[in-house]
C-alpha cells in the first residue's frame, strides 16, 4: 500500500532528524503518550461500532476531535491508574473526562456544542446501548453533564478565546 510505504519513510526520516533526542520506550513519558495513542484509537474504533451506518470518514473533524479529547480527558485525569482501584464510581470517570475533553477541544478551536451533539446523536441511534452496564453513564446523562450551563459556557469562553473558531466550526 503506497500510504504505509509514505509512512514507513516519514518514520525513518524523523528516526534520523531526532537521532539521540528521542525517550527511551520505557521513559515514563514515552508509555504515557502511547497510552494516550491507544486510547484514541480505541475511541475511534468504538465510535465507528456504535454507528454502523457511517465509517471514520463519514464523522466530522469536530466529532473525531471530541472522541480525541474524551481519551485523552482520561489520561490527564490519571484514570488508568484510579480503574485499577474496585471502589472508583466508573461513570463519575467517565463524564469527568467528557468534561476535561469538552475544554479540550474548545481550546483546540473545535465547536464544544459538537460534543453533545455526538452523544445525542449515539443515544438515538443506538437506544438501550450501554443501559445494562452500570459503568457508563447513558450517553443521555452524559449529553445532559455537559449542557449544564456552567459547564458548556466555561467551554465556549474558552473556544471564543481560542481564536480558531472561525476556521473550525
Ligand atoms: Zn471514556
Known amino acids: 500500500m503506497m500510504e504505509k510505504r509514505l509512512g514507513d519513510l516519514a518514520l525513518e526520516d524523523s ?19 502511547k497510552l494516550i495513542l491507544k ?24 466529532e473525531v476531535a471530541a472522541v480525541i479529547a474524551h481519551e485523552v480527558g482520561h489520561v490527564v ?30 481550546s483546540a478551536g473545535y465547536n464544544p456544542r459538537i460534543a453533545v451533539e455526538l452523544r445525542k446523536n449515539i443515544s438515538l441511534s443506538n437506544p438501550g446501548f450501554l443501559k445494562e452496564d452500570h459503568n457508563y453513564p447513558s450517553y443521555e446523562e ?8 456552567h459547564v458548556m459556557e466555561q467551554a465556549l469562553t474558552i473556544y471564543k478565546e481560542s481564536g480558531r473558531n472561525i476556521l473550525l466550526t
Not at 490519571?78 to 479540550?104: M, S, T, W
Request: glycine letters at 4%; a positive charge; zero cysteines.
Open 15 to 33: 528516526k534520523t532528524e531526532y537521532k539521540g533526542k528521542l525517550l527511551h520506550e520505557k521513559d515514563p513519558h514515552s508509555v504515557r503518550a
Open 39 to 62: 486510547n484514541i484509537i480505541q475511541g475511534l474504533e468504538r465510535l465507528v461500532k456504535r454507528n454502523p451506518d457511517r465509517t471514520l470518514q463519514a464523522f466530522t473533524d469536530g
Open 77 to 106: 485525569a490519571r484514570h488508568h491508574v484510579e480503574f485499577l482501584d474496585v471502589l472508583v464510581n466508573k461513570p463519575k470517570l467517565e463524564l469527568e473526562a467528557d468534561y476535561i475533553g469538552l475544554l479540550l477541544m474548545a
Open 142 to 149: 452524559r449529553a445532559n453533564s455537559l449542557t449544564q450551563a
